[in-house]
Antibody, heavy 119, light 106 residues
Framework: EVQLVESGGGLVKPGGSLRLSCAAS????????MNWVRQAPGKGLEWVSS????????YYADSVKGRFTISRDNAKNSLYLQMNSLRAEDTAVYYC????????????WGKGTTVTVSS | SYELTQPPSVSVSPGQTARITCSGD??????AYWYQQKPGQAPVLVIY???ERPSGIPERFSGSSSGTTVTLTISGVQAEDEADYYC?????????FGGGTKLTVL
């Protein structure tokens, strides 16, 4: 079964850091581009970052550029999001999502992990 | 970056046809994709490349494109279709979502 499982969410103070992980299984992780997408409470979906299969191409939304770093370890079938200088507006459910091969849409999503930034 | 605009809400009675639009200047050049999200759940892809339906998605879901507007059509709406629907597109290095449309089945 194709599966993505996020972890690492929690409560953090403004200015703090957090590292999210996404464990992939049931498919050849190293062949797929991956994404992080977030959803603030009661709000819509917001794309955060993408990374290509070999980490050659990395993109960020303007709202997180310079503060968040996406990475992956294909040997461990894992995707990561290092979040620094966190702000209240980063509070959201963070989803890991797989790009369909060679496409710009996300065909597999995890259940999400919740990040709360509050003092 | 560019924007995708959706109506905040659409309401239909069971058995009727729901149409949800998504507008954006890049849509004549880029494909649109549609996701369904029910409360407390992750999004699910329901339409890709403007009008293609993934396996497992009911035939009552369809998509179309005309100029700067794409449309998700749900024919014969059922109570289980009540959800938030998001369009998404991509422009070179970034992905963009519309603001979402809440579909209410009366």
């Amino acid at each position: 079964e194709v599966q993505l499982v996020e972890s690492g969410g929690g409560l953090v103070k403004p200015g703090g850091s957090l590292r999210l992980s996404c464990a992939a299984s049931g498919f050849t992780f190293s062949s797929y581009s991956m994404n992080w997408v977030r959803q603030a409470p009661g709000k819509g979906l917001e794309w955060v970052s993408s990374i290509s299969s070999s980490s050659s191409y990395i993109y960020y939304a303007d709202s997180v550029k310079g503060r968040f770093t996406i990475s992956r370890d294909n040997a461990k079938n894992s995707l990561y999001l290092q979040m620094n200088s966190l702000r209240a507006e980063d509070t959201a459910v963070y989803y890991c999502a797989r790009d369909q091969l060679g496409q710009d849409y996300m065909d597999v999503w995890g259940k999400g992990t919740t990040v709360t930034v509050s003092s | 970056s560019y924007e995708l605009t959706q109506p905040p809400s659409v309401s239909v009675s069971p058995g009727q046809t729901a149409r949800i639009t998504c507008s954006g200047d890049a849509l004549p050049k880029q494909y649109a994709y549609w996701y369904q999200q029910k409360p407390g759940q992750a999004p699910v892809l329901v339409i890709y490349k403007d009008s293609e339906r993934p396996s497992g998605i009911p035939e009552r879901f369809s998509g179309s494109s005309s100029g700067t507007t794409v449309t998700l059509t749900i024919s014969g709406v059922q109570a289980e279709d009540e959800a938030d629907y998001y369009c998404q597109s991509a422009d070179s290095s970034e992905k963009v979502f519309g603001g979402g449309t809440k579909l209410t089945v009366l």
